[in-house]
């Protein structure tokens, strides 16, 4: 049932790879207003990466006053606060709730292989998944994080009192409340999914106490009300409720509807992964299938990833369209992706015979391999720049149809997935996936803020809007559907095996490129 009453709306965060993206959602769910704030990540050396929680807090700040300025919203109609965000970090602070470290690593800092090894030595990788369903690279998770940061910085270690994720730290900082939820937990790969608590067993082979972990919660769980200092530096008013929320993987599975069992998605984002809804993990170790605790209460977000999508085609637009040095009158407005998609647009299926593989982060899914780069195979003097484009659009595609395949593998398949993420909102986008995979392609009405709308969703159910994730169908609008191209679809398969092939042939070159010194 819909509250009835003055608080009418949700704000949302959204903390993504590069920036902050606020929403205002009405009580109906429906999505009033978006606002988004870039901050950066930094690469100092070795595998690092890292982020400022400071730059989170200033930018949630700045972005909430100024949605609410734009929509004209008195804060005192927000009836909840909820977020969801990138993850796994490991943002530890001390008991006074002072960061430990001005910056943390997050989930694309590999650094730690050497606690890996260590950890390994304790409990086997079979063991370690078949507890944790955590399917990709090891040095991902927030546990081996936690053992780099002990090897660094033993002092800063001992002063930790606990180690919080992305969104966890905007919780505090909003309510002083220490939580996590099962979807960030999850991907600590410290929790046994199963029972759905801290696993002793790893803490203890990790050297890591058990303390240091905030207490799981279920991300429709109301945690706090934002405090007097949250309320000075945000805008939004004292008492205002906090609904936890989650990691962005599982927020985005519900805002595509992937709430019951066997509904799937695609996401292309700045990273690309597909996933269905699941009332039981899958662990299946040979597969490496990686299993989140959904946002759904008891559900599980069953989900291979492919680390190279939207970041490969910014890449391109920086590098090879460099869009920065064009002289011309554009403005801030001009959306140069769709520029670059009019000229891939202009080359055909297969791109003039153009391979292109997306790994430029590294293969995080399946047969997994960190050091697997980007490549650009089949130059020839009469390709173009659109040749270059449509390749690459083509190749993150064959990578997500290769997901679809290990998927079907498992039992499972679907006529349809829904496509959310900034990339699927290219109709080209969505033609040459429904031309390459041979499904049918929905775009919903919010595609780009679907990790925003599952965040929203699980407010409302916090705060008695909604009453359960039953009302997602209701909640989310087709506005259009992609059908296969029969004869591109057929043509395709030639160029996925070829695909297929090339990235096969070229895996353990790329850890000779790696390894050279």
């Known amino acids: ?18 920036a902050d993206k606020a929403c205002i959602f009405d009580d109906k769910l429906n999505l009033i207003a978006s606002e988004v704030m870039d901050y950066r990540t930094y690469y100092p050396k070795n595998g690092k990466a890292v982020q400022r929680p400071e730059d989170w807090w200033s930018v949630f700040c700045t972005t909430t006053q100024s949605i609410l300025r734009k929509c004209a919203i008195d804060p005192s ?14 943002v530890p602070i001390s008991a006074n709730g002072e960061l430990i470290l001005e910056a943390v690593p997050i989930y694309a800092d590999l650094s730690s292989r050497e606690e890996v090894s260590k950890f390994m030595e304790s409990i086997s990788e079979e063991d370690f998944y078949s507890m944790t369903g955590a399917g990709q690279v090891p040095e991902q998770y927030s546990l081996f994080k936690m053992m780099a940061f002990r090897r660094e910085n033993q002092e800063g270690f001992n002063r930790t009192w606990k180690i919080l994720n992305t969104v966890d730290y905007l919780v505090y900082r909003l309510t002083g409340n220490v939580r996590t939820d099962f979807s960030q937990a999850c991907n600590t790969g410290a929790l046994d999914i199963i029972k759905r608590e801290w696993s002793e067993e790893i803490l203890e082979a ?7 972990m905030p207490e799981p919660v279920d991300s429709t769980s109301v945690v706090g009300e934002v405090t007097d200092i949250a309320s000075s530096q945000s805008g939004l008013c004292k008492g205002t409720s906090v609904v936890m929320g989650g990691g962005d993987v599982a927020c985005a599975a519900a805002g595509a509807g992937a709430v019951t069992e066997g509904v799937s998605y695609v996401c292309l984002g700045s990273a690309a992964w597909m996933g269905f809804f699941s009332k039981q993990p899958v662990l299946d170790y040979e597969s490496k299938l990686v299993n989140y605790c959904h946002i759904v209460p008891g559900g599980y977000a069953l989900q291979y990833q492919m680390t190279g999508a939207g970041i490969c085609y910014q890449w391109l637009r920086d590098t090879i369209y460099r869009y920065k040095e064009l002289d011309d009158d554009s403005t801030e407005e001009t959306d140069y992706f769709e520029m670059m998609n009019a000229e891939a647009n202009k080359s055909g299926v297969g791109a003039n015979r153009l391979i292109f593989l997306p790994y430029m982060r590294g293969i995080w899914a399946g047969k997994t391999n960190p050091d697997a780069r980007g490549v650009l195979f089949g130059l020839n003097l009469g390709n173009t720049v659109g ?8 190749g993150m595609v064959f990578g997500i149809k290769e997901i679809m395949d290990s998927f079907e593998k498992l039992g499972y398949s679907s006529r349809q997935v829904t496509v959310i993420g900034g990339c699927a909102k290219s109709k080209l986008w969505r033609q040459v996936i429904a031309d390459i995979t041979g499904r049918e392609v929905l775009c919903p009405a919010v595609i780009r803020e679907a990790g925003s709308l599952g965040a929203s969703i699980a407010a409302a159910i916090g705060v008695g809007m ?18 296969p191209n029969e004869k591109n679809h057929t043509k395709y398969q030639k160029y996925y095996s070829v695909f297929l092939e090339t990235k096969e042939r070229l895996n353990d070159l790329f850890e000779k490129l790696a390894n050279i010194e």
């Open 206 to 212: 990790a050297e890591v106490p058990s303390e240091m």
């Open 1 to 18: 049932m819909i509250a009835v009453g003055k608080k009418r709306y949700l704000l949302t965060h959204d903390l993504g790879t590069t």
């Open 466 to 483: 909604i009453d359960s994730f039953d009302d997602t169908k209701k909640i989310i609008e087709i506005v259009d559907v992609s059908y």
């Open 77 to 90: 109609e927000i009836a909840a606060v909820s977020c969801s965000g990138h993850s796994p970090s490991m």
């Open 387 to 394: 040749d270059i484009y449509r390749s690459a659009l083509e």
